[in-house]
């Protein structure tokens, strides 16, 4: 039996409730946070992986097997040994005798460092950020947007900071209100949040929705 894929081979998409594509997960260095999602929207993992027709045929492979009487010796040779060595074990107890995990002290205190620097420079990046500034969002999955910097900080919907933007068209997912909660305001679908990552502040001109006349 052939099992396992490799994660390279696999490609995350992201489904609303209405079982339609909302973005694919594909920069690896990007947090969780940064995709649009929101509760009630649904993982789909799609694996290329293809297994090699030499491997899926196994007419020609030697099998190994076992009389049922074979199988019954060893069935409680194992079980008694387990009970003797183990006494039913639980998980906790061979992570903690084996150091893994939460119980790796040295792995959970880099884990930590790894998480407070990254939490410190997403703040660095989101101060940097002043309210009023033109901007311009790329976040991936999603067409460039243009807008206006109306909010900065930490909000209740997620964790981190976060960067409100009024944008030029109707593009965005509210009103500048989540959950009841209003950060700024503007006409509804002209809101949205967006980590200071896919933020850029500059001089970007408001995008003209009128055509010339022919």
């Known amino acids: 039996m052939v099992t396992g ?3 390279s081979t696999m490609q995350i998409e ?3 409730k209405d079982n339609k594509l ?3 997960l594909t ?5 969780l946070g940064s995709y649009p999602i929101d509760d009630g929207m649904r993982m789909h993992v799609v694996d290329n992986f293809l297994i090699q027709h030499a491997l899926g045929d196994t007419a020609s492979v030697e099998k190994f097997t076992l009389s049922e009487e074979e199988y019954s010796k060893k069935s409680v ?5 387990m009970i003797a060595n183990c006494f039913i074990d639980t998980v906790k107890a ?3 005798k084996n150091k893994l995990g939460k119980y790796n002290e040295e792995e959970t205190k880099q884990r930590l460092e790894q998480q407070k620097k990254e939490e410190e420079a997403e703040e660095m990046a989101a101060k940097a950020i002043a309210l009023n500034s033109r901007c311009e969002t790329r976040v991936p999955g999603f067409p460039t947007r243009r807008g206006t910097v109306m909010f900065v900080g930490q909000v209740e919907f997620a964790a981190g900071w976060w960067i409100g933007i009024k944008y030029d068209e109707p593009l965005g997912k509210n009103d500048g209100s989540v959950s009841g909660k209003r950060y700024f305001s503007c006409q509804p679908k002209y809101g949205g949040f967006v980590k200071p990552a896919h933020v850029t502040v500059g001089e970007f001109p408001e995008e003209s929705t009128e055509f010339d006349e022919m």
């Open 5 to 7: 894929g490799a994660a």
């Open 14 to 16: 992201v489904y609303d």
């Open 22 to 24: 909302v973005c694919k």
């Open 27 to 31: 920069d690896d260095k990007a947090l």
């Open 77 to 81: 040779i194992l079980s008694n040994e």
């Open 94 to 96: 061979f992570l903690l």
